[in-house]
């Protein structure tokens, strides 16, 4: 059992930057990676990134270079910060865990509730 809390969301301007925290409890160490998702109003989810406990970090191409994942093991928690904020940045944002399944890819099948990031211009 493993549950995940997002939290950091809220307003910001075109520009800014925005540190969004998910902390994760339970069974952690059945954890591969944890990944941040995102889905924009009227849009479907979509990978952002992901991290291993390692620290090896993964981003999509809409994000990189703006976004970076981090985490911190001791407080069982991993940091989204985004910078260069765009207006088409907007969506609830997601972390979730990942596990690693054959081909090398992985299954996530734990999800947090989200947060809410608005970009205004």
């Known amino acids: 059992q493993v549950q995940l809390v997002e939290s950091g969301g809220g307003l910001v301007q075109a520009g800014d930057s925005l540190r969004l925290s998910c902390l994760v409890s339970?069974?952690?160490?059945?954890?591969?990676?944890v990944g941040w998702f995102r889905q924009a109003p009227g849009k479907g989810r979509v990978f952002a990134g992901r991290i291993s406990w390692s620290g090896s970090t993964i981003y999509a191409d809409s994000v990189q270079g703006r976004f970076t994942i981090s985490r911190d093991n001791a407080k069982s928690t991993v940091y989204l910060h985004m910078t260069s904020l765009k207006p088409e940045d907007t969506a609830v944002y997601y972390c979730?865990?990942?596990?690693?399944?054959?081909?090398?890819?992985?299954?996530?099948?734990?999800w947090g509730q989200g947060t809410q990031v608005t970009v205004s211009s």
């Open positions: 979730a865990v990942g596990r690693l399944v054959p081909g090398g890819t992985y299954d996530w099948n734990n």
């Open positions: 339970g069974r952690t160490s059945s954890i591969d990676v």
